[in-house]
């Protein structure tokens, strides 16, 4: 097995949409908030090269947006799915499986594009799309509050095209998987968020997608305005980054654009970032 980090674009989103109910003056010093009160964010994926099979996970929000859209986001750098794949070495038609956490469309947008003649169709034309069903089920018919997060032209077309696999379990632990990880499920963010377990030369690593969006997070009440269900979401990051802390496990950060991977150590305050690396020279030394 290899692992590659995906950047797949940069954005910006409001500081107190992300801390919830956290004062500001807290939250600041970890995300520095421009003169619109927005946070930089990472659209960071990761691949997963093992044997025949390059497996995606998430997508980033795509480039197929309209501009007015695009205007709310305020998007940052040179990052680009299909180019960082191909700094990677790898073409877009490669791609076996794409791996979806959840249906928001910063982590599914990119995989439905258009054509010249203004069809959407999945973006990696030999993939299988893996999504857990009782989370489709979520998606596809919203509830108010999570309705902007899914849109469905970066989700039914993936029907449509066949292409589309669901996976089944009510967890929270699935070790019995198509992949070659396990996936814990939690549902305090949305309906059955995945976040793959990796086993990786001999480290333990999670995807943390949206249950630790940046490791501003750590902190366990500083949870998302986002999620659907915030109180769940203080238990199961609790229990995950207590079990995570006391088993050396590292934490894969999907949104923190300074942090790619961090450890963990035991604060009185609680679980708090130890050291941060980047993947290629963590475990190329490990």
């Known amino acids: 097995m290899k ?26 010093r970890t995300n520095p908030a421009d003169e619109n009160n927005q946070i930089e964010m990472a659209c960071r994926c990761l691949l997963v090269e093992h044997d025949s099979r390059l497996i995606l996970i998430d997508t980033g929000m795509g480039e197929k947006q309209s501009e007015k859209f695009f205007s709310h986001y305020h998007r940052w750098g040179n990052h680009t799915l299909e180019g960082s794949l191909k700094k990677a070495g790898f073409a877009i038609d490669q791609i076996t499986d794409v791996f979806l956490t ?75 998987t198509p992949f070659p990880f396990s996936i814990l499920l939690v549902d305090g963010h949305t309906e059955k968020q995945m976040l793959p377990i990796i086993d990786y030369r001999g480290s333990r690593l999670v995807f943390c997608a949206d249950l630790i969006p940046t490791a501003g997070h750590l902190p366990v009440p500083y949870v998302m305005g986002y999620d659907t269900r915030p109180l769940l979401t203080l238990d199961e990051k609790s229990a995950f980054l207590k079990e995570a802390e ?30 941060s690396y980047r993947l290629d020279s963590y475990f190329s030394v490990s």
């Open 3 to 28: 692992l590659h980090v995906v950047e797949a674009g940069n954005f910006k989103l409001d500081g107190g949409a992300m801390f919830g109910v956290v004062p500001k003056v807290l939250w600041e």
């Open 102 to 176: 959840h249906l928001h469309f910063d982590h599914c947008g990119g995989a439905v594009r258009y054509t010249d003649q203004g069809t959407l169709v999945p973006s990696f034309p030999n993939a299988s799309f893996w999504v857990h069903k009782e989370h489709w089920l979520w998606a596809t018919t919203p509830n108010v509050r999570e309705k902007a997060s899914f849109l469905p032209e970066n989700i039914l077309p993936l029907e449509k095209s066949g292409q589309l696999q669901f996976i089944e379990g009510s967890g929270p632990l699935l070790e019995k």
């Open 246 to 275: 006391e088993n050396d496990v590292l934490l894969f950060l999907e949104h923190d654009p300074n942090h790619e991977i961090i450890s963990l150590k035991k604060t009185e305050k609680g679980v708090r970032m130890k050291a």
